[in-house]
C-alpha cells in the first residue's frame, strides 16, 4: 500500500504564490510517476501537472503553464507544485496522485493509482 500526504494549502490573495508538497510512503515500486491534480465546488477533478521519475518530463495543462511548476524529489519521496501568479480560478483542493512501475509520464487521471487526501487551495480576488 502507499500513502500520499499533501501539504502547503492556504488562503492567499491573487497574484501571489504557494508551494504545495506531497510525500510518498510505503511500497510504491522502484520507479513511479507522479502528478496534481484539483478539483473545485460542482467540477469534475481535472489534470493539473505531472511528472516523470525521472523529471526530465513533464506536463502541464494550459492554465497552469508559465505560472506552475512540478518537481520531484526521489531521495525524499517528495513531488512539490510550485504556484505562481494565483488567480481566483485556481481555488480547488489539490490532490497528488501516483502511478507505479513507470519511468513515463501520465495525462489522465484515470492511470493513476493512490491519491492523498488532498489539501485546500484559496485563492481570494
Known amino acids: 500500500q502507499v500513502q500520499l500526504v499533501e501539504s502547503g494549502g492556504g488562503l492567499v490573495q491573487a497574484g501571489g504564490s504557494l508551494r504545495l508538497s506531497c510525500a510518498a510512503s510505503?511500497?510504491?515500486?522502484?520507479?513511479?510517476?507522479m502528478g496534481w491534480f484539483r478539483q473545485a465546488p460542482g467540477k469534475e477533478r481535472e489534470t493539473v501537472a505531472t511528472?516523470?521519475?525521472?523529471?526530465?518530463?513533464?506536463w502541464y495543462a494550459g492554465s497552469a503553464k508559465g505560472r506552475f511548476t512540478i518537481s520531484r524529489d526521489n531521495a525524499k519521496n517528495t513531488v512539490y507544485l510550485q504556484m505562481n501568479s494565483l488567480k481566483p480560478e485556481d481555488t480547488a483542493v489539490y490532490y497528488c496522485?501516483?502511478?507505479?512501475?513507470?519511468?513515463?509520464?501520465?495525462?489522465?487521471?484515470?492511470?493513476?493509482?493512490?491519491w492523498g487526501q488532498g489539501t485546500q487551495v484559496t485563492v481570494s480576488s
Open positions: 496522485a501516483l502511478r507505479t512501475q513507470t519511468t513515463m509520464v501520465w495525462v489522465s487521471k484515470a492511470n493513476y493509482d493512490y
Open positions: 511528472i516523470s521519475w525521472s523529471g526530465e518530463s513533464t
Open positions: 510505503g511500497r510504491t515500486s522502484s520507479q513511479y510517476g
